[in-house]
């Protein structure tokens, strides 16, 4: 019973604190949930009438944007992945994203390891090299890029794989421009990390290449899963660049493929299958998104943190 | 112990070969080519491309079309960074702190949010500018103006009136960038010790106060780190506006960028000597407002 009675209070009291609080903070209260729902609206609805006209007719789509529709046009998606290409596209930016993330990692964290960790003379000239690139804009150097790409073309034996319009070519474009952040991030993170144990293994033996891939890189795997994500999304995500190196149609990535849908307007437009394909490239995006959240907001926010 | 030496320097050598040569050939090249080519009238045909020392920069004086360009990357460069981080810095506010219970956390659900509001991040600009083409559609079968001829209004062509369509651009970029602020200021908050929050509500603060005598001052610096970052987006947004806008940048060039202009003149008219002059144009904006932004940024750190 006085147990009982005791708590009662306690939470009277905390009761009243929370109402004084409240009575404090005013009607306000209210509002931020209402701005805060605003926003929820804002952001999901877009997303979700694409979804709705995903499914729905030619003419529903030109008709009233809100209404439902009348059967489920699923073979809207048959037409997106087929005759507009994005199962060919999706495929394309699969491959090219699997292989320059891959790169960018390898490649960029040997460099930011022996930058961060071995001082020797133009190592400091080598790093202030790598990181100016985080401020130049990629549009100054477009048409002497696209030209480079074009002469490597030329080059003896591995010219057909690397010029222009070749997924190889891309590939290594994006590692380069994806080095600037990997290498300052990583730079940065391997300098936090303990020397002794790789000292120590030095000392029992072990090649400086061997320390850096079986203990260096797996200590340093919270970095690198951050950045991973990075460059994966941002080269996911990239159009510039493709726009202008792949310019025969099925090479195309799946930024240029749903680009190209809507700006190729015409008489014979498939406006059902544009939804369809916009779909397409939406929800796999909110699948793994839902799924790694965390990591994501954590990769993608790494770099303004540091 | 030469021995050692040896293989140190053979390590070395051999992990900064790839990335070192990649870069300068991909990278460092171009740049440098870049400032060569925009003093020639190189038209991409002509094997040999003639010096024409600093025509093209004349020229792109009396450009009507580069300078309303550079005027709408201005505007972004002032209107994006203040919405999007005015957004953010209240949502975040929101979330984290203005919540009933004292300080301790934020509203409820505020995790939920947070989730839902960082999504249009990770949709990459091709898709969401493709999407909002759809959304801004001009008659009935918009998303927006669907609603709004229901209700008897008058349509808005968002993308097809002049007047109208840059506003639209800059919704569509907050749009995407307010969830990303939301979860940095948070990150940027969750640092901050709860004490102070208690403290000062103890003392009898409200909301307003909250904000603006302890958030904001303590978040400084993470919004420094944002008005850097946008302001690089509003210099280099292109995608947006080249996908969604009516020809590319249209109608009539009132959405046009720089990044626009220069990837026209390379690539519609492969007037790359000149395309290359107005690129060494943007470098120079975009330099200057690094310096500018590090200069005011390290003036602020002196007064705290």
């Known amino acids: ?306 | 112990m030469l021995f050692q030496r040896y293989r140190r320097g053979l390590f070395i050598t051999a992990f900064l070969a790839a990335p070192v040569t990649l870069y300068l050939v991909y990278v460092i090249s171009p740049y440098i080519q870049a400032f060569y080519i925009a003093t020639t009238d190189w038209r991409g045909v002509s094997a040999t491309p003639s010096f024409i020392g600093f025509e093209n920069f004349t020229r792109l004086f009396s450009d009507g079309i580069f300078w309303k360009a550079v005027r709408h990357n201005a505007a972004l460069l002032v209107l994006l960074p203040l919405l999007t981080i005015v957004i953010a810095l209240f949502f975040a506010f929101l979330l984290n702190v203005g919540g009933g219970s004292g300080g301790r956390e934020g509203v409820r659900g505020s995790k939920l949010y947070r989730v839902i509001f960082f999504f249009p991040q990770v949709l990459a600009v091709a898709v969401v500018a493709v999407l909002f083409q759809q959304v801004f559609r001009p008659d009935g079968s918009g998303m927006l103006n669907g609603p709004l001829m229901a209700l008897g209004i008058e349509p808005i062509g968002f993308l097809s009136n002049p007047g109208v369509a840059f506003w639209s651009v800059l919704g569509v970029m907050v749009w995407q960038a307010v969830g990303f602020y939301v979860v940095l200021f948070s990150a940027g908050l969750a640092s901050i010790p709860r004490d102070m929050f208690e403290a000062a509500q103890i003392d009898g603060a409200g909301r307003g106060s909250l904000f603006f005598r302890i958030t904001l001052p303590l978040l400084w610096d993470t919004v420094q780190v944002a008005w850097v970052y946008l302001g690089i987006l509003a210099l280099d947004v292109f995608a947006i506006v080249w996908v969604m806008t009516d020809q590319h940048g249209g109608p009539d060039f009132s959405t046009t960028v720089m990044a626009a202009e220069i990837y026209r003149n390379a690539f519609s008219y492969f007037r790359f000597g000149y395309a290359s002059a107005l690129g060494v144009v943007m470098f120079f904006f975009t330099v200057g407002f690094a310096i500018i932004s590090l200069r005011l940024s390290r003036r602020e750190r002196i007064e705290y």
């Open chain 1, 1 to 306: 019973m006085t147990t009982t009675m005791t708590s009662g209070t306690v939470a009277t009291s905390r009761g009243e604190e929370r109402r004084e609080r409240r009575r404090r903070l005013g009607p306000l209260g209210v509002l931020s949930h209402m701005a805060l729902l605003v926003w929820t609206v804002l952001v999901v609805v877009p997303i979700l009438w694409t979804f709705l006209a995903s499914v729905k007719s030619e003419d529903e789509i030109f008709g009233d944007a809100w209404s439902l529709p009348e059967t489920l046009h699923w073979d809207n998606f048959a037409r997106a992945w087929e005759q507009a290409h994005i199962g060919q596209y999706t495929l394309n930016s699969v491959i090219v994203v699997s292989f320059s993330t891959l790169g960018t990692m390898l490649v960029g964290s040997m460099a930011a390891y022996v930058l961060a960790r071995y001082p020797f003379r133009g190592n400091r000239a080598f790093y202030l090299l790598f990181v100016s690139g985080l401020a130049l804009p990629v549009y100054l150097a477009l048409s002497p890029l696209f030209f480079v790409v074009q002469n490597m073309g030329n080059v003896p034996v591995l010219g057909p794989f690397i010029g222009l319009n070749t997924h190889a070519g891309l590939i290594l474009v994006y590692i380069a421009h994806s080095m600037p952040f990997t290498v300052f991030f990583l730079a940065a993170f391997f300098r936090t990390l303990p020397t002794a144990v790789g000292e120590a293994a030095m000392v029992d033996g072990a090649s400086h290449t061997r320390v850096f891939f079986q203990i260096m890189l797996p200590m340093a795997r919270p970095g690198i899963v951050s950045v991973t994500i990075f460059n994966v999304l941002g080269q996911w995500n990239q159009y510039q660049l493709p726009l202008v190196l792949l310019q025969e149609r099925d090479k195309w990535v799946l930024t240029q493929g749903i680009a190209d849908i809507s700006t190729a307007a015409g008489y014979d437009q498939d406006w059902s299958a544009l939804f369809a394909a916009l779909t397409l490239a939406i929800l796999p995006m909110l699948v793994v998104y839902t799924i790694f959240q965390r990591q994501i907001q954590a990769g993608l926010t790494a770099g303004a943190l540091k």
